[in-house]
């Protein structure tokens, strides 16, 4: 499979610009979680592990309209040149097993990643 401007996650084409994202499907959640890029590519291979902080809403947002998507942050601990965005589209009923402490997995899976993109500062 020939990727131009992208590169993929076996098949499935992982975007690496804000352009390349795919359209937000209806009764999908968009999470966005803010790291270093060595940090984004051991995301991309075993997926957001948030296990030591009870559930996914302690490391990542979750926005259910793709025109409020945040790839920024004013936090400037999460604020600087560098940066990764590392995106995911879950369902709503499972980004919210994600948020039951009790029954939460500790990781999203790395195949609802859909992009890696540079954050845009804020």
Known sequence: MEISS???LGEKKIATSIAELPPLKEDFVRVVHITEPQYA???RGSGLNYEKYGMAMSTARAYG???EVEYGSTDPR???EGLKAVV???KNAEWKLH?????SPGTIPSDRL???V???RK
């Open 6 to 8: 992208g590169d993929s």
């Open 41 to 43: 590519e051991e995301i």
């Open 65 to 67: 309209e793709e025109k």
């Open 78 to 80: 999460f604020n600087y």
């Open 88 to 90: 995911f589209d879950l």
């Open 99 to 103: 948020n039951d402490i009790r029954m």
């Open 114 to 116: 859909v992009g890696i």
């Open 118 to 120: 540079d954050i845009i």
